[in-house]
Structures are given as structure tokens and as C-alpha cells.
């Protein structure tokens, strides 16, 4: 693996330091050396960096690190709070005019993603009962206009364009004047994609700007920029004054340094993370999800909302209580895997538990739906009382399921393996989440004290 | 120092026409990275680790890779070791050479691989946005200069619009798309166009593909789908697989290249956007790290700004400054 992701690598510094029962300054200076390095390799700008290295080290020599009992921890929290605060502090939302309508204007470089997330905001508008215009303003990419035309229409958005003959200063500026006649409460104006030196064209956005006046100006940045995020962050930011940051691609494997690098440079905080192709794979951005989620602490949070979503919380309940007093059966098994799926696309569900990235990366380990599927035909392929008593499960049985699941035996017997382990491993696992068992981080006891106040509380067999 | 002086003689012979394309499209470059490790050189009067300290920030500033900056450095600091080097001025030449060793790498073949009797495929692949389909207007645009016939296949069959962007650059550029409903199976478009390129009996075919990010899987196996349909009809193709790289990118290119490696088989890259960014950079560790040579660069976004990537043009208009300082501190 050329890249282990940074949270991988933080863990790595710091499981070195969780292994001592006392540090050393040089300890703690190592440490920041692994994480300067793994924060470089996540494209965060070199500058910001510094800064960083140097705040941490010193909140850290001031908290008296080396004589506290567990110092890891002290130091984790430290960089916790510093890369949260980094990255914007408290969430922000999207700006609404007194005097609607709301006018959003977004600029970015070219293949940034800006008319994808026009489309997308848009969405996110109607389902919030907004009355969103899309105002068509690249004329310089061939069918930009015909694709913002085309994401309207899928989401019965509609679109103001004069075609590519009209400047993109007229285009937005009646595009605006229509909002206001036919009571749209949201302009958004998409633009075309511009490079921060090309004068022509970033005058041109200024233009547009000083036309129409928006209440907020969205820097649309795809996460896989590298070092130039700060650049182009910075000459939009003093050209256009920006309001906000957009990052798209965020669902890539890529570290996501720029999300670090822009708020630090410009101060204006990122408000949306575009996570998908699909046109509702748009999200708020969490400064400080993202900060636990570098940090190896996985992205607890999000998943207990998407799991608040969906899981029913009196079968959960049962659930646990089963998987506590080990009577987990192979239909509770299914059942699981069920509710699981509910909440989203397997891999996605992975990237958010603390530890899985270094999972992920191993090599012959792939998140594989199909797999889930043929489990579940195998599980299905068994009578109730295999179900719940999978020792009855001989080798004739065996031949059976398999010919019903369309699987073959060794299959059968694979799946018969790990709901041993699994067994096994919840045992262990429930001793841990018990009470007055301390979970090794400290996301996890986040996590049991989110459950316990939710009614009925949950907990998962991963 | 010869090895500049016949840098600058190679240089010589070629066209002064593609050598100002080259030093306009990477003045940007230039100024961060070259001037920049210049500047360092003058002013710090003492190798010491705050030196290379700053060598090391000045690098990875300009996205050259992190893994590469750090081999970098330790030969650097061995070499200074070794020769008992205290003066940076001395340095200078070493790091020149060294940046530009990494930059030949082992001097392949930059030209596209033809089918000189048959037609000839070429696929394109990358991420989203990177500029694939801009890439393929501009090449149709020079194939077709160079007395060609082309065809193109709209494989974006994803993103709204993506046919139609396609559509306009086959009109620019004169040259037919072979295309299907948006939404339709990208492999079945690819079909459709090696068939009617052997119908026609054209000389080359350019397969545009949806862009995909490189760790979903499912959309990595449809690319794999499409190249095997190629290889399918036509045995031998797709010659080239280029992948669409945007400039721009940091780190994430090398994950890029390594997994459109492994799926599509590429066998070179295309850089976009290279004028518009400081970094160059990422060339260095492309070239470093990967296997795969730099088929074109964009450096502009006129018709014919696309460039053949030439490695001596690439460092003779990187390095201009810093040649000739070296060559100065030597006489």
C-alpha cells in the first residue's frame, strides 16, 4: 500500500504512545513528526501544517502531558479539538436573505463539480420546501447548459438560461429579476469553471457578483486538491469574498487534506460535503465528525444518526440482549444484516467505524454486497430449527442448502464458521460495552452514553 | 556542467514555437518551485536541518510527492555527508540533476503507440472533472490536423449533458460520435463504435468513459467490462489507455494511477490544467513512483494546447533558472 490513510497513520503514532505508561518530551515530539508527515501526505498545505504542529505542542507542554496517567489520551484530545477548530468549529448552514429571494452564487475552478452541486443544493431546497431557480451561467463548456437543464428536470427544478450568446453578467442578473417576478425564494447561479490567474475570466465572475449581489458565495473545491487548494481558496476568497466552502468527491479514498487547508487560509467555513453521484448525496459538513474520523475515532456520530434512522429501537433492544446472553440465532443473524443494509451502502457504513480503514486497505479484503446476498440466500435455504440450532446442521443438510442457495458446501460451511466467531466475538465485545467496562476510545463511550440516554439503546454486532 | 549544455543543445533543435508553449503553460510552476529553491540557496548561508527543512516545504508546496521529497532529502543529506558539502551553492547542482534524474526517469517512449494498418484505440479513464472529454476534443482536433479520420465513442453515458459536450468538440473538431440514450450500457456504446470504426475503416477511435472515482468498485469492474469488450472486437486494442490526470490533484493521483492501473490497464497519462496551477510537481512523483510515462500535457485551453509531453522541454522550462545559475557557480 503506497498511502495508509491518516487516520490509520494517527493510530499508529499514538498506539505507539497508548503502549507507555509515561512520555517523554521526545516522545511527544515524535509523535508530531508522524503526524506532520501523515498530514503532508493528506495534501494539507505545508503552511497550515506548521502552524498546527506548533499549536499542538505547545497546548500540549502546557497541559503537563508528560506527568498525566494516560498521556495518549491527553494528547489525542488535544489534537482532536485543534483539527475540529481547523476545520470551522461549529457547523454552518446555508445563508437566507431577509428580502428573498436568496441569491447563491458558485464559483471554482474547472471539474470542481460546480454544476453537479448546483443540481444537488437545488434538491436539497425542494425537499426542504424551498422554491429553488437554477440559473444556467457557464456558456463557455460545451453543454454545461444542457446538463444543468437535464438535473432540473430530473428533480422538477426550473432552469433560467438565454442560451451561450449572452453574457454571464445579463444571464444572472435577469436570471434574478425572473426569481423575483415568479416568487422563487433561492437563485442559484452556476458559473463556469475559471482558474484563479485567468484575469479575464475572474473579472468576469466579479462581475457577476457586483450584478447581483448575492448573500452567499460558495467556493466549490474537489477534495483531491493538493497543495494549490490554498491558492485557489485564497485569490477567489480576495476577488469574490466568499461565504462559504463546498467540497466535492469526498466519497473518494482520497485524505481530504484541502478540507484542512481552505478554512484555515480563508476562514470561511465549509458547508456543504457532496459524497456521491446521486443527485441527494449531499451533506452538512461536520467539522468535528471529520476531525474524530481523521483521528481514527470513526465517524460515530453520523452512523448513529443513520442508524437512529432506521433500526427499529424495541427490536434493537432485543437484539442486544440476546447478543449479551449469547442466544443470538441464525435468524437474528439475518435479521441483522437486514437492518445493516437499511442504513446504506456497506463499505460507506465501514468508513465510519473507528479501526475499519486499516480493513479496508488490507489487500484481500473487499466490501462485497453480493456476498451479503448469497448469506442471505444461504441462511434462507435452512429450516427454523437449523436456524436455531445450527448444530443440527450434518452434512447432508449441508448438501441441501447449498443445492437450495445455489452456493456450494464449502460455503455453507464458511458462514457456519463465522457465526461461531461471531458468537464468540460478541461475547467479548458485550463484556466490553458492559457496565463499568471501559471501551479503549474514546468514541466508543461516546457512543454508550448516546445510546443510553436514546430510548431502548443499541448497540452493533460489528 | 555538459549535462545542461547538451540539455540546451536538444532543446536547440526543436521548434521555438512548442518551447514557448512549454515555458508560458509552467511560468507559474517556475515561479513557486524553481525561483523559490533558488532563493533558498542564496540566502541561507549553512546546510543544516532548518535548510532542509525548507527544501522540504518548498517541495511538497509544489506537490511534488511526499514519499518522493523524502528520498530526496536523505540523498541529499548523504550526499552532503559524503562530500563534505558546506556551502549550499554547492548543493545546488546536485539537487538540479537529482530533480531532473527523476524527472526522465528511465527515458521511454513518450509517443502514442499507433496501429499503423489497422485502427487504432485509444481509451481514456479517470476521476470526475478532470477533463476527459475536453482531452478528447483537442486530440480528435490534432489527429485530424495530422490528416486522420477519427470517430469518437460518447462512453460518458452517466453524467447529464456528457454526450452533448462530446457531440460539440466532434463538431469543432469535424469528426463523428458514435453515441446511444444517455444512461444506456457504456459497454454497449463502445461496441456499437468499434463496429462502425471497422465499417469505416477509420484510422483512429477515441473512447470517452463516465468519470468514476478509482475505490468504487463496481464502477472500476464497468471499466474493465469496457476494456475487455474492446480487446474483444478488436485483438490488440485499446494500444493506448490513457489516464486523465487534472494538475491540480495532490497525493491522490498516485492512488488514481495505481488503481486505473490495475483495472484498465492504463499505459500512460494525460496532465490537464497544467497551466493554470503551481504544480508541476506532481509529475515528479508520478514519474517517480509509478511506471508510467507522461503521454501529454495540457497547457491551455486552446484547441491546440495539448501537448506531446517531452520530458527535455518539461525541465529545460523548469529549470532554465536554476541551469544556469549551476553552470555559473561552476566556471
Known sequence: MAFEGLTSRLQNVFGKLRGRGKLTEDDVNEAMREVRLALLEADVNFKVVKDFIAKVKEKAVGQEVLKSFTPAMVVIDIVNKELTELMGGTQAKLAKSNKPPTVVLMAGLQGAGKTTLTGKLANLLKTQNHKPLLVAGDIYRPAAIKQLEVLGGQIGVPVFTLGDKVSPVEIAKRGVQQAKEQGNDYVLIDTAGRLQIDEALMDEIKQIHDAVDPDEVLLVVDAMTGQEAVNVAQSFHEKLELTGVVLTKLDGDTRGGAALSVKAVTGCPIKFASTGEKIDQLEAFHPDRMASRILGMGDMLSLIEKAQANIDADKAAEMERKMRTAEFTLEDFLEQMEQVRKMGPLDQLLDMMPGMNKLKNMPNFKVDEKQIARTEAIVKSMTRQEKLKPDLINFSRRKRIAAGSGTTVADVNRLLRQFEDMKKMMKQFSGLMGPGGKGPKGGMKALKNMLGKGKGGMKFPF | ?331
Open chain 2, 1 to 331: 556542467m555538459s549535462f545542461f549544455k547538451r540539455l540546451r543543445e536538444s532543446i536547440a533543435s526543436k521548434t521555438e514555437a512548442v518551447t514557448s508553449k512549454f515555458k508560458e503553460g509552467l511560468a507559474k510552476t517556475r515561479s513557486v518551485l524553481t525561483d523559490r529553491v533558488a532563493e533558498l540557496f542564496t540566502r541561507r548561508k549553512k546546510i543544516d536541518d532548518a535548510f532542509f527543512e525548507e527544501l522540504e516545504e518548498i517541495l511538497i508546496g509544489a506537490d511534488v510527492g511526499v514519499n518522493t521529497v523524502m528520498e530526496l532529502i536523505e540523498n541529499l543529506r548523504a550526499e552532503v555527508k559524503k562530500r563534505k558539502i558546506e556551502d549550499p551553492s554547492e548543493l545546488q547542482p546536485i539537487l538540479s540533476e537529482k530533480l531532473m534524474d527523476l524527472l526522465r526517469g528511465s527515458g521511454e517512449d513518450a509517443s502514442l503507440k499507433m496501429d499503423p494498418d489497422g485502427i487504432t484505440v485509444i481509451l481514456f479513464v479517470g476521476v470526475n472533472g478532470v477533463g476527459k472529454t475536453t482531452t478528447i476534443g483537442k486530440l480528435a482536433w490534432r489527429f485530424k490536423q495530422q490528416g486522420k479520420s477519427v470517430l469518437l465513442a460518447a462512453g460518458d453515458t452517466f453524467r447529464a449533458g456528457a454526450i452533448e459536450q462530446l457531440e460539440v468538440w466532434g463538431q469543432r473538431a469535424g469528426v463523428d460520435v458514435i453515441r446511444q440514450e444517455a444512461g444506456s450500457d457504456p459497454a454497449a456504446v463502445m461496441f456499437d463504435a468499434v463496429r462502425e470504426a471497422k465499417k469505416r475503416g477509420v484510422d483512429v477511435l477515441l473512447c470517452d468513459t463516465a468519470g468514476r472515482l478509482q475505490n468504487k468498485v463496481n464502477l472500476m469492474e464497468e471499466l474493465a467490462k469496457i476494456h475487455r469488450v474492446i480487446q474483444r472486437e478488436i485483438p490488440g486494442a485499446p494500444h493506448e489507455t490513457l489516464l486523465v490526470l487534472d494538475a491540480a490533484t495532490g497525493q491522490n493521483a498516485l492512488q488514481q494511477a495505481k488503481l486505473f492501473g490495475e483495472k484498465s490497464g492504463v499505459t500512460g497519462l494525460v496532465l490537464t490544467k497544467l497551466d493554470g496551477t503551481a504544480k508541476g510537481g506532481i509529475v515528479i512523483a508520478i514519474r517517480h513512483e509509478m511506471a508510467l510515462p507522461v503521454k501529454f500535457v495540457g497547457l491551455g485551453e486552446k484547441m491546440d494546447d495539448l501537448q506531446e509531453f517531452d520530458p527535455e522541454q518539461f525541465v529545460h522550462a523548469l529549470f532554465a533558472g536554476l541551469a544556469g545559475n549551476g553552470e555559473n557557480e561552476g566556471e
